[in-house]
């Protein structure tokens, strides 16, 4: 069992930046990769980004250039940092772990397993 707490949402102004923090706690030493997730109101929950454990990530190509996911091993944390925020950004963010990896291509993707957070609230102001 893997539980996870995401904190680091807020309120900010289009262009500003935000670092949402997801802590991982019970069995921590069979986290693998992990992903950022959102969802707007109304719409369906998607993949922001995913970094496996040796650092290989894929990006949501509307958040590529602008938001970066990392990970610290040694502390079960990973990371999103996100600039140039947008309003099209607002959400509630959630972390995901231990889903499925899959290589196409030398390409990553993940896909959500059932460990979910419990999300953080995003606004972006225009």
């Known amino acids: 069992q893997v539980q996870l707490v995401e904190s680091g949402g807020g309120l900010v102004q289009a262009g500003g930046s935000l670092r949402l923090s997801c802590a991982a706690s019970?069995?921590?030493?069979?986290?693998?990769?992990i992903g950022w997730y959102r969802q707007a109101p109304g719409k369906q929950r998607e993949l922001v980004a995913a970094i496996s454990r040796i650092g290989r990530t894929n990006y949501a190509d509307s958040v590529k250039g602008r938001f970066t996911i990392s990970r610290e091993n040694a502390k079960n944390t990973a990371y999103l940092q996100m600039n140039s925020l947008k309003p099209e950004d607002t959400a509630v963010y959630y972390c995901n772990a231990n889903g499925v990896e899959t290589l196409n291509a030398g390409r990553f993707y993940y896909s959500p397993s059932a460990y979910w957070g419990q999300g953080t609230q995003v606004t972006v102001s225009s």
């Open positions: 019970g069995s921590t030493r069979s986290i693998n990769a």
